[in-house]
Nanobody, 124 residues
Framework: QVQLVEAGGGLVQAGGSLRLSCEAS????????MGWFRQAPGKEREFVGG????????YYADSVKGRFVIFKSNARTRVYLQMNLLQPEDTAVYYC?????????????????WGQGTQVTVSS
């Protein structure tokens, strides 16, 4: 049973930083990709970024490119989302997800597994 557990959300002032983590267990993830999504109240879930486990290739939404960085730990099956220069519009529940590396990372429906989400609130 694959499980994804996010951690690291919280309240931060605009311009600040947060690091989210996603611990994956219960499966073999070498052929997987991990994605980060977010969902603000009243809005659809949107792609933030993703990483392919096999080669570490990363992909980002234009809205976070240059501010957010995704990286992984090979020692543990853990993926991180480093968020810098946070803005109030980044406020959302952030989710990590896992799916086959051959999928289209930007599409939520392509993912097989989801974490429970962690709240990120950026105050102005």
């Amino acid at each position: 049973q694959v499980q994804l557990v996010e951690a690291g959300g919280g309240l931060v002032q605009a311009g600040g930083s947060l690091r989210l983590s996603c611990e994956a267990s219960g499966g073999t993830f070498s052929s997987y990709a991990m994605g980060w999504f977010r969902q603000a109240p009243g809005k659809e879930r949107e792609f933030v970024g993703g990483i392919r486990w096999s080669d570490g290739m990363t992909y980002y939404a234009d809205s976070v490119k240059g501010r957010f960085v995704i990286f992984k730990s090979n020692a543990r099956t853990r993926v991180y989302l480093q968020m810098n220069l946070l803005q109030p519009e980044d406020t959302a529940v952030y989710y990590c997800a896992a799916g086959r590396a051959t999928m289209q990372l930007r599409i939520p429906g392509q993912y097989d597994y989801w974490g429970q989400g962690t709240q990120v609130t950026v105050s102005s």
